[in-house]
């Protein structure tokens, strides 16, 4: 079994459920997907860094990172995966709202203006929250290299955020439960 086939089998099992959800969108569905299962799962945290690695391994990446708390784990395990493969891509968290005190961050990590970021998402439905990490990225001078996410419901979102110009790739979708 391939590592791809390892992580659908992963989130098949752990994070899938089928009932009457309200997404974070506000659309409802009959499937819900709760990748923190799999993405703080050392395994699935593994294979996810791992698989997005290799999909970006020959591009000019310095940074990843997304819209924090569902992006953090599979901005660290991508990162750890470039990391012992030689190579240093530095991860990020965007907050959703701006810090209150400190340094009053609203990006925190080691970045700064003029990296190339990878934004990455666990599940997109609608595409605002990658839109909304991104926008912030891109005030904080940052140059987007591409998105992926590891799930896309296939609800639009995808193409919400290609419409803005980025390549959007996906580890799996709906069509793969």
Known sequence: MNKLE???????????????????????????????????????????????????????????????????PIAVSTSLAAYRSGREIMAFLVRKTQKAHGTQNVIEGPIKAGL??????????????TISAIERIREAGMDIAMVVAVFDRCEGGKEAIEALGYEVRSLLTRRDL
Do not use: W
Not at 60 to 68: L, N, Q, R, T, Y
Not at 116 to 129: K, M, N, P, Y
């Open 6 to 72: 390892q992580l659908r089998e992963i989130v098949r099992r752990d994070a899938v459920k089928f009932g009457k959800f309200t997404l974070s969108s506000g659309k409802e569905s009959d499937l819900y997907v709760d990748l923190r299962k799999v993405t703080l799962n050392p395994a699935g945290a593994s294979i996810i860094g791992s698989l997005i690695y290799d999909m970006i391994r020959d591009r000019d990446i310095d940074a990843v990172g997304g819209m924090s708390v569902g992006a953090d």
């Open 116 to 129: 190339r970021a990878l934004v990455v998402e666990d599940v997109i439905t609608t595409g605002a929250s």
